[in-house]
């Protein structure tokens, strides 16, 4: 009987197996893979449950970045009405102000007209008192013309 090689290693490996099986390493073999699996079975949920902190956490962070843009809106919206509202107040003053030194130039205008006026009805006055003065000092002598004299002196006064 001659026997291959292969027959040898075929029967060797047999034994091998029956050796393996015969000390129980197919359920240390089994048990070990059973651990993996558990372990492996343990690591996904704990990373389920870290995913879903995290999706929790990532909502929470957004929600409150809505409301903090929400927030900034409505300071940016209210600094602007209040902006609106100063600008307002502003040009009423300005509005108010420019009646007011409207209304002292037309003052000042009216005060100095009427000095003016008041001046030269006093200028006149005076013109006049002096030529009835002269005219009665003197008398009405020779053919003189009061009035031309009058209006002569009128006009030295004005200027």
């Known amino acids: 009987m001659h026997f291959e090689a292969e027959v040898f290693v075929a029967i060797g490996f ?12 197919h359920t240390k073999f ?12 343990s690591e996904l949920a704990e ?3 870290l ?3 995290a999706e929790a956490l990532l909502a929470s962070f957004e929600q ?3 409301e903090a843009e929400a927030e900034a809106a409505a300071i940016v919206a209210r600094a602007k009405s209040e902006a609106d509202m100063i600008a307002a107040e502003a040009r009423k003053r300005i509005d108010e102000f420019v009646a007011r030194s409207d209304k002292q130039i037309k003052d000042k205008i009216a005060q100095a007209e009427a000095q003016a006026v008041a001046e030269v009805r006093a200028a006149a006055a005076d013109s006049a008192a002096n030529i009835a003065e002269s005219v009665l000092r003197g008398g009405v002598s020779g053919g003189k013309d009061f009035v031309a004299e009058g ?3 009128l006009g030295a006064l004005a200027h």
Request: hydrophobic share 45%; aromatic share 6%; proline share 0%.
């Open 14 to 25: 047999a034994l091998f197996l029956g050796v393996l099986l015969k000390v129980g390493a």
């Open 30 to 41: 089994f048990g070990a893979l059973d651990t993996r699996i558990n372990r492996v079975k």
């Open 47 to 49: 990373a389920q449950k």
């Open 51 to 53: 995913r879903a902190e």
């Open 64 to 66: 409150k970045r809505t």
């Open 151 to 153: 209006i002569g002196q």
